[in-house]
């Protein structure tokens, strides 16, 4: 641990994740907890920083320290603003926020992303951006499409190395909605994996009605179409399928973890698209040492 020289911090809603890194940019300790914005109290997130690093490094009054994620966001420790895309992936460190520390050393935090959309709304991103700085050099292609899964999985256009849109969609979120507090997912016994119910789901004929084809991992069930312990499996199917039905024929890079990674591909190859799986936490690690670099 002696030889960490800066630390990255991956702060989400939901998770906290914090990297060592020596000075030749690897890993050299990890450490993971729930401790994301909802856990820190009062917005007393030095504190709470303090109390990880205190118990993990015993020289972290020195390291600089390279944070992303919602802790940026207006609900986080220091509000970044968002940058509009077009963009170009190596302009984002230069529109990050730098601060000191309580206990002297100097912080940083990476702006996230949003597109102005031609209705008049808006799409937005946090910590993803910092994969895609990563994907950018780990790939040789100045042009890709990337999939990024998660609980709002983002669809990413990049072109001459420049963001230039991106749609989030929250197939997550509407899955774990489903299976929890619907009469989908009511009564249900224990789930088992199925590569067959999923890929049922994947392949179904959905055209513009998810919210009535949706129905289908309830009636599908009652007229043992499919099996009670798979109807998650279906469902899951169904919606990565949705999701996917809307990207074109060319190859997509698709960015996360392990799991959500497999079934992604597994989508991918049964709808006919090339695709490419990256490790989203390489992803984010090449990222930040990019953000670093300008610094």
Not at 2 to 9: D, G, N
Not at 74 to 101: C, M, R
């Amino acid at each position: 641990m002696k030889q960490a020289s800066w630390l990255i911090v991956d702060w989400g809603t939901t998770n906290f994740r914090a990297f060592a890194i020596d000075e030749l940019g690897n890993v050299v300790a990890k450490i993971e907890k729930p401790m994301g914005l909802l856990q820190v109290k009062d917005g007393e997130f030095a504190s709470a920083l303090e109390s990880v690093l205190t118990v993990w490094l015993s020289h972290y009054q020195t390291l600089p320290i390279f944070m992303a994620g919602m802790v940026g966001s207006a609900q986080g420790w220091v509000p970044v603003p968002y940058e509009y895309v077009p963009v170009d992936l190596n302009d984002i460190a230069s529109k990050s926020i730098q601060f000191t520390l309580p206990w002297g050393a100097q912080a940083t935090i990476v702006p996230g992303l949003c597109e102005a959309l031609s209705n008049g709304s808006f799409d937005v991103m946090r910590g993803e951006e910092v994969q895609l700085l990563g994907l950018q050099s780990l790939v040789t292609e100045p042009d890709f499409t990337a999939v990024l899964p998660g609980t709002h999985s983002k669809h990413v256009n990049v072109k001459k190395r420049k963001i230039e849109s991106f749609k989030t969609y929250m197939t997550g979120e509407f899955f774990s909605i489903l299976s929890k507090h619907s009469i989908i997912g009511m009564a249900l016994p224990n789930q088992e994996c199925s590569q067959a119910s999923f890929i049922k789901g994947v392949s179904s004929d959905l055209g513009p009605e998810l919210m009535n084809t949706v129905f289908s991992a309830r009636t599908l069930r009652l007229f043992d179409k499919i099996k009670e312990t798979e109807v998650l499996e279906y469902l899951s199917g169904l919606l990565i399928g949705n999701e996917l039905s809307r990207l074109g024929s060319e190859k997509i890079y698709i960015v996360g973890n392990v799991l959500l990674s497999d079934r992604y591909q597994s989508a991918c190859h049964a709808l006919n698209l090339k695709c490419e799986v990256v490790d989203g936490e390489l992803a984010f690690l090449e990222g930040m040492k990019k953000i670093k670099e300008h610094f």
